[in-house]
């Protein structure tokens, strides 16, 4: 059976005629290809042909005086075809379909690194007025853009970046270290060799 008539789908059909080996030959003139064939009696055999085909072995059937009927359907189109019968899992199959295709496109979490003063809790708040929050296009987002209002609003960062994966944005930052300058009252301050 070649594959993809094979999921266009088959019909299993019973036949009854006098004469089996005769339809079986002229079903092969005819050019039909049939498979599966198994004889149940000297009358009966049971045999599978194609969807597309049957309507027109049907005629042939009714030419030549051969009575039939059908035993099974099978394939996917028949199992796609049933789907339509059941409207919720259908729904819900289509769902979560769009949903897979529509999330990723979306921010749905951010993440902070980097920061060991500054909150975590801050950095996004100010990361929020810079269009990086919930339910935000990732292709909005402008790293340039968030890095630059990011260092504008907040003195204490050196660095700032952001970096999407998935529904995760990342902001990355890099705190300026804190410059410690205490004044010594004695001893020598600076020696020159």
């Known amino acids: 059976?070649?594959?993809?008539?094979?999921?266009?789908?088959?019909?299993?059909?019973?036949?009854?005629?006098?004469?089996?080996?005769?339809?079986?030959?002229?079903?092969?003139?005819?050019?039909y290809s049939?498979?599966?064939?198994?004889?149940?009696?000297?009358?009966?055999?049971?045999?599978?042909?194609?969807?597309?085909?049957?309507?027109?072995?049907?005629?042939?059937?009714?030419?030549?005086?051969?009575?039939?009927?059908?035993?099974?359907k099978e394939g996917i189109f028949w199992s796609i075809k049933s789907l339509r019968k059941r409207k919720l899992l259908l729904t819900g199959l289509t769902l979560v379909i769009l949903i897979s295709l529509f999330l990723p496109t979306r921010i749905l979490f951010v993440r902070v690194e980097g920061n060991n003063q500054l909150p975590a809790k801050f950095i996004i708040e100010n990361a929020r007025e810079c269009g990086i929050k919930f339910g935000a296009s990732r292709r909005d987002v402008r790293s340039e853009k968030v890095k630059n209002a990011l260092l504008s609003n907040m003195n204490q960062l050196k660095w700032a970046g952001v970096n999407t994966s998935g529904c995760v944005a990342i902001i990355s930052v890099q705190e300026r270290s804190a410059v410690t300058t205490e004044v010594k009252k004695s001893g020598i301050a600076s020696i020159i060799a």
């Open 1 to 31: 059976m070649r594959f993809w008539e094979s999921m266009a789908g088959t019909y299993l059909i019973e036949v009854t005629s006098a004469d089996i080996c005769g339809l079986l030959a002229r079903l092969n003139n005819a050019g």
């Open 34 to 72: 049939i498979y599966d064939i198994t004889t149940i009696n000297e009358l009966k055999i049971h045999m599978r042909i194609y969807r597309n085909r049957y309507n027109a072995l049907c005629v042939l059937f009714e030419k030549w005086g051969v009575s039939y009927k059908i035993l099974k």
